[in-house]
């Protein structure tokens, strides 16, 4: 059955029609005096064009809901699991040998190293240890996250199909390697609305690494809705004046004349409606009234000020310094405290291709002690249970040193055969390790989970069948997805 | 008449239901429907076209089409034989029997309550609903007749139907729709105002709205061709051309940049104005594609002809590090065959690239067979991160100068196409993999469409033969169905990318048939399908809608009302700066780079990046331009123009989303471009308004929408004004704080408190749903 047309329907043009010919924009201005969320559910219900909008497309879950929101705190670049997660004995014995051929199984390589002499088999220097009642092991590279080992679930069995940056990106934020459809946080947005009326519902927050500051870039079309409604792209939230773009009124502009002019626009526009009659114009006046509680909302959500100063302290000396990893965690958790959907950050700066011990722990600096904050802090207000939280890249790193090995450095190539991610909270079984890679870890041997039964994963977790959200675009249904894609049931507490 | 005949039998099509048809080509395209359909009455003859294929095609198809890999049970439906084959160990069943329900595998299928026979099966997530199941059966028992896909039946000229109301008529497009309209029991809505009709035509053929002088001189003209004079002073304006080039930029995937990873700068421009120059001397359009496919090929071209060409180097290229460059080369040489596809054919070839078709009659080695002729480009995969990558051409002012705008009087690089003089060898790749390379292929094109005359050079020249050819039933029907969607937001097929079994119906057909024979017949004359366009009696009508034909008709498919639609990304910005007189209006040139956010560029960089690392603003003239001209980068797009639903510039698009959101109000309301035109025009009202304040704001008012404020909307905006005034006033500071805003210079003669309350009563005009729709 089409839960779009059913929807439609729902909306009955009848009885939708003689609300709009008595004045919806009376509601509108109700709405503005008093904006409370039915009102504006009630609006927002006509904004329904061809899609389910703000109360999303499906209605209610396929199943019951283990997670109700999403932090996705993405390492953009490809961390190296084997200096972080995935420790490999072997490789420490058999440093500087060349990688056999019967591990690599003439699997290709990048152009970066496929053209180098010899594949020395690169060890971490960082010690690895186990923590927690789980022994799950993790390098010194990481002495917050690992204080947090029996709430994460390490996935080391992590692969992905593309070998480069860009399509890799791609796949892993829309399920497919070239550019063009819509984003995972788009997806949620189409398919189970939005909690909160004055939220942006798919929020975005950059952060550069200090560890590779010239690294990686990031392009717009990562949480681009592609193909869905253009209400479901994501937001991206910034420091600085405008923490939306354009969300401040102009300079000059009297706040309480801005509100009596938006009651003089939507009179204008019902007197026009009632004119031409086409109810378009009710969605736009609409559309006014909640950009103009974004105004208020959103700058009360980005404004850390008022947060003690035992928050900053538990997310490290950075969380203060607006526009970093850290502070950006801080902010994800108070999206998570006002309902937004998903929150999806990006930590720019992984891709060790040389001098990664140097560069790695700048970026783990950037990012340990902030992750494993908000995982602490969530689950002290209650709210990890209901929020997924994710931790990774678009792929790991080689084994085998890119460029010159030597005792103290080493750079890694791209590798996306197997890598690592965690997850806590929404329903994830806390304190394992999932899935395991050969003794020089390069294969996966256990478990593999590829990106597309992650995303079947995330999207169960909330509570969706990831092959019945879809999408009829250009003939074909599509889905995050695209065709395969398996849910992990290990994974799921 | 046969055309007619041919595929609608008669008048069936008149005689299905007008929900049935709103259900097929609504919104929700071909979707199973919900129970409100259940009860809707069956026609009386059920036609395959347009009442069974579109539900085997979506609901059968994936798995009995024509994928023979993902073929079950040996069953196919997508072809007449397959669909009337035996089927079975003994051969002794049919999937359908005409006439014979209880022999029909089919039927015994659909009706079934076991989940191991019913079809489709559950875990498919696909049904039938009640009214569909209805439906197949009725076609069966009334003898199955089985037809080609609309789409691939060559064009014939059809008969114009005969219409009661012929005083209506004004040319042949509108005996299409009133035909439609009385058999349906409708009245075409009357004609629009003179305001409105100048406001709309101008906004469609130039992308500007009207000037308040042009709309006084048009609606002071009597004379019974004043309205054919306006169109005929819109289609030879230079503006005609621009407004063309911002759908094609569109369609060509036009950008400023390379696309992946670290995106930088190219130059492609120069081709972006030849588009303008071709439309505004109206080349051929067949010529037009002619140029841009094989430019190169044609003998001794002209520079201007290679540099037509660029057309296929706009696509995304890739200079990141380390890639493998076969992985790239094949997916640039899919971006021009899907383009190809999508751009001309209106077929989703895409599908085909890592199979067969699930849905069309294109096999995987006819997608390779077009393929093949992209594939023989000297180019790599891998772009240097500086200079232009090959092939190229060089652009000496001598040569070009009526076509490019040289800076520095510097000749130009850019990409085009050129040929190998050995072409690649080309395989079907298996599952789309670079690198699994299957059967060998020669250049073709597929023979379900048009066969590929032998006569016909296996390159190139010979593929845009094959696409311009009048016997080509694509071609001509998906560019005409696009320039209908110009004017009416719609296409006559609501799906312009898809004409194949999974697309939407056309709502008129033999008018999209008309319209494209009709095209072929003026010798592909662009300017001529405008002009029959927007002189219709159905394009003159106004687009006011009463409840009951909102209720009957909400999308408006079957036109019984005038057009009406939000204005594009592109037509927002450049409607404030051309009523505000900051346009400025000069064709052509490298692209600009007028206000945005800072740090947008900086904040999302890596290493490299090179010119386009940080967003350099630019001065004075750039600020002005039309919005065709600002510089495209693709990673990090215009963020004003996304908001509203401009494309990316990623892959060929030819039909943008056209939605409501918060954003949208933010950047009217909140954007500096949009706050100085504002105060700019403000700055004219204060000085040319009159002098009440009534006055003024009528000028406004009437500068910005072609019409006068009526007393009620003039009490408003008078009550804006009033306020706004006593507020600044007091607060003088804040007045000119505004007054600040953008680079264009205040005039600080004028009175600050006064023009800053202008600014705020402009802006109110700017930010009315009617500004922003073309109604």
């Keep these: 059955m089409c839960e779009i047309e059913d929807l439609q329907y729902n909306m009955n043009r009848r009885h939708f029609f003689s609300k709009a010919s008595l004045g919806l924009g009376s509601v509108a201005l109700a709405s503005m005096l008093n904006p409370t969320k039915s009102a504006a559910k009630a609006l927002s219900s006509f904004s329904a064009t061809s899609e389910g909008l703000s109360n999303g497309v499906l209605r209610s879950p396929h199943h019951l809901p283990k997670a109700k929101r999403i932090i996705y705190l993405f390492q953009s670049g490809g961390p190296s699991q084997l200096d972080l997660f995935d420790y490999k004995p072997v490789l420490e014995k058999r440093r500087g040998e060349d990688l056999p051929a019967s591990v690599r199984m003439g699997q290709r390589l990048t152009g970066m190293t496929s053209g180098q002499a010899s594949f020395p088999l690169a060890s971490s220097i960082f010690k690895f240890d186990q923590f927690g009642d789980s022994g799950a092991w993790m390098s010194s590279l990481l002495p917050y996250t690992s204080q947090i080992a029996d709430d994460i679930c390490v996935v080391k069995s992590m692969y992905t199909e593309a070998i480069n940056h860009d399509p890799a990106i791609t796949f892993f934020q829309t399920g497919h390697q070239q550019a063009g459809r819509p984003s995972i946080g788009s997806w949620l947005s189409y398919g189970l609305g939005s909690d909160n009326e004055n939220l942006p519902n798919f929020s975005v927050l950059l952060s550069r690494g200090t560890g590779r500051p010239q690294g990686q870039p990031l392009y717009s079309r990562l949480w681009g809705n592609g193909f869905l409604h253009s209400l479901h792209q994501g937001v991206q939230f910034r420091s600085g004046k405008d923490p939306v773009l354009y969300l401040n009124n102009p300079s000059g502009i009297n706040p309480q004349n801005r509100r009596a002019m938006l009651n003089n626009l939507a009179e204008l526009n019902e007197m026009y409606l009632k004119e031409v009659g086409d109810p378009e114009i009710t969605t736009r006046i609409a559309q006014y009234e909640m950009a103009y509680r974004m105004q208020t909302s959103v700058p009360e959500a980005m404004d850390i000020s008022n947060e003690p100063d035992w928050v900053f302290k538990m997310y490290g000396p950075d969380s203060a310094v607006p526009g970093t990893y850290a502070a950006n965690c801080i902010l994800a958790r108070r999206l998570a405290e006002r309902d937004v959907k998903f929150i999806q950050l990006y930590h720019m700066g992984w891709d060790q291709h040389e001098n990664l011990p140097n560069q790695i722990s700048g970026q783990a600096r950037d990012t340990d002690q902030a992750s494993a904050a908000l995982i602490k802090d969530l689950k002290q207000r209650g709210l990890l249970e209901d929020t997924l939280v994710i931790w990774g890249g678009e792929f790991g790193r080689t084994n085998y040193s890119q460029g010159t090995l030597t005792e103290t450095n080493y750079g890694r190539d791209h590798h996306p055969r197997c890598f690592s991610i965690w997850m806590a909270g929404g329903g994830v079984k806390p304190g394992i390790s999932y899935g395991e890679t050969d003794d020089f870890g390069y294969n996966i041997v256990k478990d593999p989970v590829h990106v597309h039964d992650f995303q079947a994963t995330l999207l169960h977790l909330l509570g969706i069948d990831h092959e019945r959200l879809t999408f009829k675009h250009q003939g074909r249904r599509y889905r995050l997805t695209d065709v395969s894609g398996k849910v992990v049931n290990d994974l799921i507490a | ?775």
Excluded at chain 2, 5 to 31: D, P, V
Excluded at chain 2, 483 to 504: C, H, K, M, R
């Design chain 2, 1 to 775: 008449m046969q055309g007619k005949k041919s595929w609608l039998e008669g008048q069936i099509f008149m005689t299905i239901s007008l929900l049935l048809l709103a259900f097929l080509i609504g919104a929700c395209g071909n979707e199973s429907g919900s129970s409100k359909y259940d009860k809707k009455k069956l026609p009386d003859l059920v036609d395959f076209n347009f009442h069974i294929k579109p539900i085997l095609s979506d609901r059968c198809f994936a798995c009995h089409g024509p994928d023979a890999n993902a073929r079950e049970g040996d069953l196919r439906l997508d072809t007449e034989e397959g669909a009337f084959a035996a089927i079975g160990e003994n051969k002794d069943r049919f999937p359908i029997v005409p006439g014979d329900l209880k022999s029909s595998q089919v039927h015994y299928r659909i009706t079934s309550d076991d989940p191991e026979e019913k079809m489709p099966p559950p875990e498919s997530n696909l049904s039938l609903t009640d009214y569909e199941i209805k439906l197949i059966d009725k076609w069966i028992e009334q003898g199955a007749e089985w037809k080609k896909h609309w789409s691939f039946i060559p064009l014939k000229e059809p008969d114009l139907p005969v219409v009661e109301q012929e005083d209506w008529v004004r040319n042949p497009i509108d005996n299409f729709v009133l035909s439609r309209l009385e058999k349906e029991g409708l009245k075409p809505t009357g004609e629009a105002t003179k305001e409105t009709l100048i406001r709309r035509a101008s906004l469609d053929i130039t992308g500007l709205p009207p000037t308040l002088e042009e709309v006084d001189a048009f609606v002071e003209d009597t004379s019974p061709n004043a309205y054919e004079k306006l169109v005929d002073r819109l289609l030879d304006s230079p503006a005609y051309g621009e407004r063309m080039a911002m759908e094609w930029m569109d369609v060509a995937r036009y950008a400023d940049s390379h696309g992946y990873q670290d995106d930088v700068e190219r130059v492609m421009w120069p081709w972006r104005d030849w588009v303008i120059k071709a439309f505004n001397k109206n080349l051929p359009f067949d010529d037009f594609i002619e140029w841009q496919i094989a430019g190169d090929l044609l003998e001794n071209p002209t520079t201007e002809q290679i540099l037509a060409t660029a057309f296929n180097r706009n696509h995304m290229i890739t200079q990141e590090g380390g890639i493998i460059e076969e992985e790239y080369r094949v997916e640039y040489v899919a971006d021009r065959t899907n383009t190809t596809g999508k751009a001309f054919l209106g077929l989703t070839l895409e599908c085909a690239r890592c199979h067969e078709h699930k849905y069309d009659p294109i096999s995987q080695k006819d997608y390779y067979q077009l393929f093949a002729f992209y594939n023989n480009v000297p180019e790599r995969g891998l772009a240097p991160y500086q200079g232009v990558p090959d092939p190229k051409i060089t652009l000496t002012k001598e040569e070009v100068s009526d076509i490019v705008s040289f800076v520095d009087e510097q000749p130009i690089e850019l990409m085009v196409m050129s040929e190998m003089d050995e072409p690649r060898d080309c395989f079907v790749l298996v599952r789309g993999g670079y690198e699994n390379h299957g059967e060998k292929v020669e250049a073709s094109a597929p023979k379900a469409i048009l066969e590929f005359a032998d006569d016909l050079p296996k390159n190139r020249i010979g593929l845009v033969k094959w696409l311009t050819d009048e016997k080509n039933p694509l071609t001509t029907r998906v560019l005409v169905n696009r320039y209908w969607q110009l004017y009416f937001g719609t296409g006559i097929v609501s799906t312009p990318e898809d004409f194949g079994n999974q697309g939407a119906l056309p709502s008129h057909p033999e008018l999209l048939d008309w319209l494209a024979w009709e095209f072929i017949k003026s010798g592909w004359d662009l300017k001529a399908l405008h002009k029959l366009i927007v002189t219709s009696a159905t394009y003159r009508q106004s687009s006011q809608v009463d409840d009951e034909l909102y209720e009957y008709d909400p999308q408006n498919i079957l036109l019984a009302r005038g057009p009406r639609h939000r204005l594009s990304a592109e037509m927002l910005r450049d409607y404030a700066l051309s009523v505000s007189g900051l346009l400025v209006d000069r064709l052509g040139g490298p692209s600009v780079k007028p206000y945005q956010p800072e740090g947008l560029w900086a904040e999302k960089i890596g290493g490299g990046g090179g010119s386009l690392v940080r967003y350099k603003q630019s001065e004075g003239e750039g600020l002005y331009r039309k919005s065709l001209y600002t510089f495209w980068k693709r990673t990090v797009p215009p963020p004003s123009m996304m908001t509203f639903d401009a494309s990316e510039r990623n892959v060929c698009t030819v039909k943008r989303q056209s939605t409501s959101t918060p954003l949208q109000a933010l950047v009217l309301l909140n954007d500096p471009q949009y706050t100085e035109a504002s105060r700019v025009l403000a700055e004219r009202v204060v000085k040319e308004g009159g002098n009440s304040i009534e006055d003024k704001i009528q000028y406004a008012f009437r500068t910005t929408t072609a019409r006068y404020a009526n007393e009620d909307e003039l009490a408003i905006l008078k009550e804006v004004f009033d306020r706004e005034y006593q507020g600044f006033n007091e607060d003088k500071e804040s007045a000119e704080q505004l007054l600040l805003i953008g680079e264009h210079i205040f005039d600080n003669k004028l009175d600050p408190a006064e023009t800053a309350a202008y600014t705020v009563v402009v802006n109110t005009i700017f930010n009315l749903s009617e500004t922003i729709t073309k109604g």
